[in-house]
């Protein structure tokens, strides 16, 4: 039998057009539900995101709506958590069938509405086709979740989640 290795990360950010300030992101490594690293890390106002990781390169549908990126003061939560979300995720996710042995990191992005109902799927990042599908597949499987906010507000979040996908020999 071949066991699944997920790494999860979480990235949530909110668009308004409001000053930049510092965005601060979490990326745990797990194996068989256990937190095996962490690591945090804090985006400088103003710089790319891809000069921290070329992984977590976004291209907006339309280059000239481009708007700030902030971080909210509350992040939008999966029901029971990173941990509850990496078990659903692990779950969930089929490895496709074949010969092929297919890994990489693939980046989802979907956002989590005021009301904690989840839309916009997409793949940001891609790694072979069926490998995407699975795991959009699986995105749009997810309950809704506890909505961000900000200064008290619900508000609508966009979230970016890099999920390093590979067997272990």
């Known amino acids: 039998m071949r066991t699944i290795l997920l790494t999860l990360s979480i990235l949530a950010f909110v668009q308004m057009a409001e000053a930049q300030v510092p965005a601060v992101w979490v ?18 106002p103003g710089a790319a995101i891809e000069e921290k990781n070329p992984v977590r390169r976004v291209h907006p549908a339309d280059p000239e709506e481009v708007l700030p990126v902030l971080i909210v003061d509350r992040r939008p939560e999966f029901p029971g958590g990173d941990a509850a979300l990496l078990k659903f995720l692990f779950e969930n996710i089929r490895y496709p069938s074949g010969d092929i042995c297919y890994s990489g990191r693939a980046v989802f992005q979907f956002t989590v509405q005021p009301d904690g109902k989840l839309s916009d799927f997409c793949i940001a990042r891609k790694t072979f086709p ?15 979740w506890t909505p961000g906010e900000r200064n008290g507000v619900a508000v609508p979040v966009r979230m970016m989640i890099p999920l390093r996908i590979e067997l272990e020999r």
């Open 130 to 144: 069926k490998l995407d599908e699975e795991v959009l597949r699986v995105a749009r499987l997810m309950p809704d």
């Open 27 to 44: 990326a745990k490594k797990y194996r068989n539900n256990q937190v095996v690293s962490e690591r945090c890390d804090t985006l400088k």
